[in-house]
């Protein structure tokens, strides 16, 4: 299926794969185009294509499956083996069209703001790793206020969780964590996590913990801070292996899992309807998730795009085909 881009949102795999360092040296097969969150109106079907047609407003899933390993046939597309990514293994949507099987295609409500649309692939990513666990009545410690750490914070406090702390190094990126909804945000290398935790009348540790940031510190400070019995959802990708206080993770009886992508399409369904639900709770969330996009640049400005992401002094940085 052939889609306009009217919108895609810049990632720090396309800031990766800009600086063309070793581990896009060694994924990536040039020539290729990048870009792999967007939203666009389809142009053209395949002829076998039914489920979509010309003119919808949709965005992408970003992974596409393979469909015949035994994760896919068991309805667990996520975790398929073959998982092949647009803009990172085929061509993507940094271009005025993005070619993508209809099968990843999520149809949008024909009025929703094409920015929204855009930040779906990252939104999925925070709701896949928030709704990994119960959260309601749970508090929640969330390492990293990038996009999906802003979005995943949204979202706890939508689903109920009690208190919401959010870490980071950048008091920009910690502003945008509080107006998301988060109780008390704190920069781990000035601050106290224990601090903070006596600041809300929390005895014992965190119950959940959304780890977004990739970076050792913000895992051993999580491992440290948890309850008995806490459970871990790990988002951020680190950029090697590093030493972890397994003793801890083991006496204490830590859950721990990782997350990729989002499930398909479960995740994509559970985030719809959340932001389409006529609440106050839903509206701060889409409010939440429009603030985490801090800047818009037409496509062809996207030098200044990119420099922007690599500044830090930003959300979510999207580029826009119709400006
Ligand atoms: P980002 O890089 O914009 O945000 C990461 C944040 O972590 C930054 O704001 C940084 O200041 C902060 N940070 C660094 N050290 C920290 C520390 N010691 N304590 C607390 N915070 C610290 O990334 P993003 O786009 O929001 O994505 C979040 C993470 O998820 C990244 O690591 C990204 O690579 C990863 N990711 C994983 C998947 C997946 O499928 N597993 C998908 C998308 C992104
Ligand atoms: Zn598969």
């Known amino acids: 299926m052939k889609i306009r881009v009217l919108r895609a949102g810049l990632c720090g795999t396309d800031l990766h794969l800009h600086d063309w360092d070793a581990w896009a040296a060694s994924v990536v097969k040039p020539p290729m185009t990048l870009g792999h969150e967007f939203c666009g ?70 009025d929703l703001d094409p920015d929204l649309g855009a930040v779906f692939d990252p939104l999925g990513n925070a709701t896949h790793t928030a709704l990994s666990f119960p959260l309601a009545g749970e508090d929640v410690l969330v390492t990293g206020a990038g996009p999906i750490g802003v979005m ?56 959940i913990g959304l780890e977004m940031s990739g970076a050792p510190a913000a895992v051993e400070q999580m491992i440290s801070t948890m309850n008995h019995g806490g459970r871990i959802a790990m988002l951020g990708l680190p950029s090697g292996p590093y030493p972890v206080d397994w003793s801890k993770v083991i006496t204490h009886m830590l859950t721990i899992k990782g997350i990729y992508g989002r499930e398909m399409y479960d995740t994509w369904y559970a985030m719809s309807a959340m932001l389409q639900t006529p ?10 998730v429009r603030s985490v996009i801090t800047h818009r640049f037409p496509a062809v400005r996207f030098a200044e795009a990119f420099e922007t992401v690599r500044a830090g002094e930003c959300g979510k940085v999207i580029l ?4």
């Not at 009690?162 to 910690?174: A, E």
């Open 41 to 110: 109106v389809v142009a053209e079907v395949g002829r076998d294509v039914t489920s979509v047609h010309e003119g919808q407003l949709v965005s992408g899933e970003g992974h596409i499956v393979c469909g015949t390993c035994r994760n896919c046939r068991a309805g667990r597309r996520h975790l398929c083996i073959h998982t092949v990514g647009i803009g990172v293994n085929r061509d993507g949507a940094f271009a005025d069209y993005v070619v993508i099987p209809a099968g990843n295609v999520w149809v949008q409500p024909d």
């Open 320 to 323: 826009d085909w119709e400006s």
């Open 152 to 207: 995943a914070t949204a979202i706890a406090r939508h689903v109920g969780a009690r208190y919401v702390v959010v870490s980071d190094l950048s008091p920009f990126r910690l502003e945008l964590a509080r107006k998301a909804g988060a109780d008390l945000v704190l920069d781990p290398t000035r601050t106290d996590l224990r601090g903070a935790m006596d600041a809300l009348g929390m005895k014992e540790g965190f119950d």
């Open 279 to 288: 609440s106050s709770s839903a509206a701060a969330l889409r409010d939440a």
